[in-house]
């Protein structure tokens, strides 16, 4: 019997990085502690299909976090605060209160002035030492021009009648973010600038667990995905992977090898980072990837983890509201031919033994893999009687 191999396969497809030890920018040196929405697909009411970033909480409305790296302060200027942001180095800080904050005791600790003049911004930090009300840092965009119309470099806070110089770079671990009100909850959207770069390629994590993954082979049953029976295979197989069933938030990608005798004869991979990487651009439903691949563009919102075991669309299925635990459906045809075969009716997969493996790899280096694979024999001829008809005699 002639022997050949499947393999689903993890690969890392990450950028060059010259830091994976940032910190948490709610606290701390662990970077999945506090997230709550990870880097990937995604099926959540509302929201964008691909989340290009890390959600995290902070504690709710006016929640604070620091800066993972320092860098040049960008304060973005825009009219609508849901798009407003604060930015740091190669870091972005979404969802960030504009306008005025203030304590418990009505001092006014927080103050983003995104459209305070046409050529300027400030972000005023402000806090109470010893009992004292105290001008922290003052960070600006563009040229500041003081209440004389003068150009100045330092600016002279009348709240706590102190003068202090203008910063336009923030230092790692200082408090450059408050969140603000939002629809789905007060939260920190953390970004790269390059939005296809994952944040946690960059930052220092503790993960202990290797990533979760179940394989299955169905075949469409009047529209239902059901699992094949026995060790043969054939037709139209629908090689469905789940991915994180205890979700860590770091899972990155998953590769298709399809081996015979040796060769690679088809290749495909799921990867949320790197130079195949998945990207759902901004689009009317923001199913319109930039990936020139057909299923890395397709992302099926259903409500139900039954439903999706069922589906027998191509795809890409996360779980609803449930972070990193996502379903892909890659359609194998084993009955696939080619022009050039010289198989029994042009099959491009001859009958024979195959390997289906599956390799789920999270982000990082070293990253953390798991191998999953079965074994199984395509049969594409198999002597099926289509119908039977008696002979007169």
């Known amino acids: 019997m002639r022997m050949f191999f499947v393999a689903l396969a ?5 950028n060059n990085l010259t830091a994976q030890n940032l910190p948490n920018p709610t606290g701390g040196n662990n970077a999945l502690t506090n ?3 990870d880097f990937g697909p995604r099926n959540v009411a509302g929201a964008s299909k691909f989340h290009k970033g890390l959600d995290y909480g902070v504690g709710g409305l006016y929640g604070s976090a620091n800066a993972v790296e320092g860098g040049a302060i960008d304060l973005y200027r825009e009219n609508d605060a849901n798009n407003s942001y604060i930015g740091v180095g190669n870091f972005r800080y979404r969802h960030v ?3 005025t904050i203030a304590d418990a005791n009505g001092n006014i600790i927080w ?4 459209n305070s003049a046409p050529n300027y911004q400030l972000l005023i930090i402000r806090e109470v030492r010893n009992g004292v009300l105290t001008t922290a840092n003052v960070y600006v965009n563009g040229t500041y021009v003081d209440p004389q119309g003068k150009p100045s470099t330092t600016y002279n806070d009348l709240l706590t009648n102190m003068t202090v110089a203008l910063r336009q770079i923030a230092t790692q671990g200082d408090l450059i973010f408050k969140a603000r009100a939002y629809p789905s909850g007060p939260h920190l959207h953390l970004e790269r ?4 770069e994952n944040p946690l390629s960059f930052m220092s994590r503790t993960n202990a667990n290797d990533p979760t993954i179940n394989l299955s082979l169905k075949h469409n049953s009047s529209n239902v995905a059901t699992e094949f029976t026995g060790d043969i295979i054939y037709g139209n197989v629908i090689v469905e992977t789940e991915e994180n069933t205890d979700p860590a938030c770091d899972f990155d990608n998953l590769q298709l090898q399809v081996n015979c005798n040796g060769q690679t004869v088809k290749s495909f991979s799921y990867s949320y980072t790197g130079a195949n990487q998945m990207f759902y651009a901004a689009g009317a439903n923001n199913r319109n990837g930039l990936s020139n691949i057909a299923e890395h563009n397709i992302l099926f919102a259903l409500t139900d983890e039954q439903e999706i075991r069922e589906a027998t669309g191509i795809g890409i299925y996360p779980i609803r509201h449930v972070q990193s635990h996502n379903f892909f459906k890659y359609g194998f045809n084993s009955e696939q031919t080619i ?6 009716r042009g099959f491009q997969y001859p009958d024979g033994q195959y390997t289906i493996r599956v390799i789920g790899t999270d982000v990082g280096t070293p990253a953390r893999s798991t191998t999953r694979e079965l074994i199984r024999i395509i049969d594409n001829l198999r002597p099926y009687i289509h119908s039977r008809q008696p002979k007169d005699i």
Do not use: E, F, M, Q
């Not at 103050?111 to 995104?114: A, G, P, Q, S």
């Not at 600038?193 to 296809?196: A, D, G, I, P, S």
């Open 10 to 14: 993890g690969i890392i497809l990450t």
């Open 111 to 114: 103050d983003y002035r995104i």
């Open 97 to 99: 209160h504009v306008g």
């Open 35 to 37: 997230l709550t929405c």
């Open 339 to 344: 022009a050039t075969s010289t198989l029994a």
């Open 193 to 196: 600038v390059n939005t296809r």
